[in-house]
């Protein structure tokens, strides 16, 4: 603890490569996602998404879901999910 007694922020730690990764490929999908207006590109994307999700670093995916079951798995809320996880992303650039 530092001598003035102010606690250290609460900052994630995760490698740049997996933050950098991870935004890359969310970005693009998502910007892809955002304006298609054929439901099969959507399911496809949503699909590939939910395969980086399981290859992704967990704890990296654990501070995006913010411990939200079924986040960017769950198609209902997979437009809202990939919109936060997009910015929280670019928060840590």
Known sequence: MPCNGIKPMNTP?????????????FHQKWQV?????????????EYA???????????LYGWLSDGKEGFLLTHTSFPD?????????????
Do not use: G, N, T, W
């Open 81 to 93: 999910d990939m919109r936060s996880a997009v910015e929280k992303l670019e928060q840590l650039l």
């Open 13 to 25: 730690q995760f490698s740049r490569d997996s933050i950098e990764a991870a935004y890359c490929f």
């Open 33 to 45: 996602y955002a304006f298609s207006h054929s439901e099969r590109q959507k399911d496809d994307i």
């Open 49 to 59: 998404i939910s395969e980086y999700v399981y290859e992704m670093d967990p704890s």
